[in-house]
């Protein structure tokens, strides 16, 4: 059984950065792409972004392209996600979660998730 922990978390200013990580024990790690998604009060929950098993492909949401980057260390079983310049209507508690599908966009595509971390950006 995977089991995914995410931290990082926390309260920033807009304009801020914050880096989370996802943290994975269990299963071979190296061998799913994970994926990050949010969870704003009132919204569905949404795509944020998602790294290959290799950390060679990687892939965003539109709306977040050049803000945040997603990344990998399969040597120490973690996944990261750098966000920058971030903005009140980032607050939200952002998850990881690891699949061995092909597609990555949608909630239901994942078979593994963490608890979630609070991300709140305060204006």
């Known amino acids: 059984q995977t089991q995914l922990v995410e931290s990082g978390g926390g309260l920033v200013q807009a304009g801020g950065s914050l880096r989370l990580s996802c943290a994975a024990s269990g299963r071979i790690f190296s061998s799913y792409t994970m994926g990050w998604f949010r969870h704003a009060p009132g919204k569905e929950r949404e795509f944020v972004a998602a790294?290959?098993?290799?950390?060679?492909?990687?892939y965003y949401a539109d709306s977040l392209k050049g803000r945040f980057t997603i990344s990998r260390d399969n040597a120490k079983n973690t996944v990261y996600l750098q966000m920058n310049s971030l903005k009140p209507e980032d607050t939200a508690v952002y998850y990881c979660?690891?699949?061995?599908?092909?597609?990555?966009?949608?909630?239901?595509?994942?078979?593994?998730w963490g608890p979630g971390t609070q991300v709140t950006v305060s204006s």
């Open positions: 979660a690891a699949t061995r599908e092909l597609r990555i966009v949608e909630p239901t595509d994942y078979d593994y």
């Open positions: 790294i290959s098993w290799s950390g060679d492909g990687t």
